[in-house]
């Protein structure tokens, strides 16, 4: 009998949890205090031409700092990003653009653009604080054979967001998305992401990012390579001086 009790209380739990909870439980996973990794982004045209970019970025505390250089294609070498993400205020971004010899700062109102031409916006960018959102939980479903929780989350009118709504699947077992639909501010499907994701140490981190734009039928597939966790970066590194510094490894 106390089986059986118990059975029917974890599921009761497990089908009554919200929207914000799951998002809750998603944001608490174990991270790697730090992550260094050799990124490939490969754009796609609606009429096939591919552009491939090579990037070697480093970051802290769940990605809330991140710089990254960009060491290819030849025009673009030496460009830099940082961005360092705050609670109470907006997040810190800036590029640095050799060929102008200039440090540009990304402002709130640009966070919509386009990263470096890809399918990712500056605010794709960024971190989805659960507080700036609204979380509805909708019918769970199995996606590729994989059992998920959906959620679907709406910013908050102060955060003046480029986007409506965003639809997220996550993985049952990982906790992690594996698949969200992004919404623009009339309501009309915008982006389709997909994640790859794996299970590194203690870690469940993602390890890949495909986005399709649908209204503009373009692509942009983003793979993170060689790896490597827990190093000792220091968060002196995510200053804007070192955005001029390509680094060595």
């Not at 998603?26 to 090579?54: C, H, I, Q, Y």
Request: charged share 35%; with cysteine.
């Amino acid at each position: 009998m106390k089986k059986i009790i118990l059975f029917i209380s974890l599921w009761t739990f497990g089908f009554s949890q919200s929207g914000v909870e799951i998002a809750q439980m998603v944001d608490d996973r174990e991270t790697p205090k730090d992550m260094t990794s050799s990124t490939t982004m490969v754009l796609t045209n609606k009429k096939g031409k591919t552009r491939t970019a090579k990037i070697f970025s480093k970051s802290i505390d769940n990605n809330k700092k991140q710089i990254m250089w960009f060491l290819s294609p030849k025009d673009d070498k030496g460009v830099a990003f940082l961005k360092i993400e705050h609670d109470n205020k907006d997040d810190e971004m800036r590029m640095w653009l050799p060929a102008f010899k200039k440090i540009r700062r990304i402002s709130s109102k640009k966070k919509g653009d386009s990263f470096m031409g890809s399918d990712l916006s500056y605010e794709d960018m960024s971190s989805r604080e659960i507080g700036e959102n609204t979380f509805t939980r909708l019918d769970d479903e199995l996606v590729d054979g994989i059992d998920c929780y959906v959620i679907e989350a709406v910013p908050n009118r102060e955060l003046r967001s480029s986007y409506s709504k965003h639809k997220t699947w996550i993985d049952k077992k990982l906790n992690m998305a594996i698949k969200e639909e992004s919404y623009d501010r009339l309501g009309n499907l915008k982006k389709i992401k997909t994640f790859k994701n794996e299970i590194v140490g203690e870690y469940r981190i993602m390890a890949g990012i495909f986005v399709k734009d649908i209204q503009n039928n373009h692509t942009t597939n983003i793979t993170f390579d060689d790896l490597k966790l827990d190093t000792g970066i220091k968060a002196n590194l995510f200053h804007e001086k070192n955005l001029k510094r390509l680094p060595r490894n």
